[in-house]
């Protein structure tokens, strides 16, 4: 064993994360190769000898936050031992060396497509004592280089990355320019970190990708899709529930679409973005699809899955949106009634076709997103209050902190806790429903009900 991993043993690494799932799925890996390189994990952060902040850079003001979280990181350990600090993800690869001239406290910048390099960073570090930037785009090597390090993640619910990277060129979006191209893992790879988790204490495995059902990986003149990979899955007898997320319409094959018939552990709902209600709009962030295509998508879906619901992501106040173009959102999201979405104020990313141009905003913004939100909450308590006094499948997570209650999600990813004496983590029981709010479902374990997990 190398000297100075066996320096690190008692060493401890914390990690700050920011942005989506695929965040999360890549700080689970982080912490699986510096516990390789001899670091334990710490949910303590005045007690890391290594501090990751992994970035994204999707959401207003990405890189302020994390010179803000590096004052608190520097407040928290000024009377400690510095510790080592690395900014990993999608601000460190969009912002490189630019931060470690900015910011001194700063020692390691790290990109999404090298993370699988630090443990040899951090490493390196300590040999050196020298700044270190490693940004560079090589995400074939990232995954064949992971597939070395067992995934340690021991949750019921876990997140798989199966593709990276994005090639539509959203004009509003920064994910070509910091994840590069489509990259579809090899399928193998994929089947044996899903056995893998299976065999720890996963019931349910969700499938992420910046455009997930874009996966197509080539091997032997043979094309493997989401849709095969679905199929695959579905036969493991283990695995209770799968899920994928986040999709482009584009990409909803037709044989995609019958999975949500044929595979039984395929969940009955989908987050499928559409951003705005406006074909001008669409055409003007270049989304490649109108609203009569997304509309079709939608029906297709229904045809295959008659109880399938639906989540989105909007954008308010996109540069040239009018009156009639919000109105023309407000309209489809009336249409659709999406039980839970996502919705922003527009903002430009840096580097971003619209961000290079001189266009004129909208006003009322933050009077616009209120609206549509009331709408879309409205649809959630409404979708929420069906379950009332009814029974509902649910896949329990965890025990609460309190010792008394579940956690869990319903097939549609709705949370929900609730009482029981005899339930298990893991296991799909009913839960009968007695009462609801905006973030879920409340009720009781219906033990004449349940069912073997």
Known sequence: MDQKIKNNLKKKIFIKTFGCQMNEYDSNRIYDLAFAAGLNKTEKKEEADCFVINTC?????????????IGRIKKTFKELKKPLVIVAGCVAQ????????????????????????????????QRKKKKINETEFNVIKKFDELQKTPNLENKVSSYITIQEGCDKF??????????????????????????????????????????????????????YS??????????????????????????????????????????????????SGSDKILKLMNRKHDIKYYLSVIDKLKNKKENIKFSSDFIVGYPSEGEKEFINTLDLIKKVGFINSYSFIYSARPGTPVA????????NDKERLKKLQDILLKFQLADNRKYINKS???????????GLKFFGRTKFMTP???ESNNCK?????????????????????????IKAA
């Open 57 to 69: 850079h999707i959401r207003e003001k990405a890189t302020e936050k994390v010179y803000h979280e």
């Open 94 to 125: 969009a912002e490189s060396d630019e931060m470690i001239k900015r910011e001194s406290y700063i020692d390691i910048i790290v990109g999404p497509q090298s993370y699988h390099k630090i443990g040899d960073l951090i490493l390196n570090h």
């Open 170 to 223: 959203c004009h509003f979006c920064v994910v070509p320019y910091t994840r590069g191209p489509e990259y579809s893992r090899p399928i193998q790879q994929i089947i044996n970190e899903v056995k893998d988790l299976i065999n720890k204490q996963t019931k349910e495995i969700i499938l992420l990708g910046q455009n997930v059902n874009a996966y197509c990986y080539h091997e032997n003149n043979k094309k």
């Open 226 to 275: 989401l849709a095969y990979l679905i199929k695959e899955l579905n036969k493991i007898e283990k695995l209770k529930r799968i899920r994928f997320t986040t999709s482009h319409p584009l990409d909803m094959s037709d044989e995609l679409i019958d999975c949500f018939k044929t595979c039984e552990k395929l969940m009955p709902i989908l987050h499928l973005p559409v951003q």
């Open 356 to 363: 290079k141009k001189e266009v004129e905003g909208t006003k």
């Open 392 to 402: 509902c499948e649910v896949l329990v997570e965890n025990k609460l902190k309190d």
């Open 416 to 418: 929900v806790k609730f």
């Open 425 to 449: 983590v893991g296991e799909l029981v009913n839960i009968k429903v007695t009462s609801y709010n905006q973030n879920g479902l409340f009720g009781y374990h219906d033990n004449k009900n």
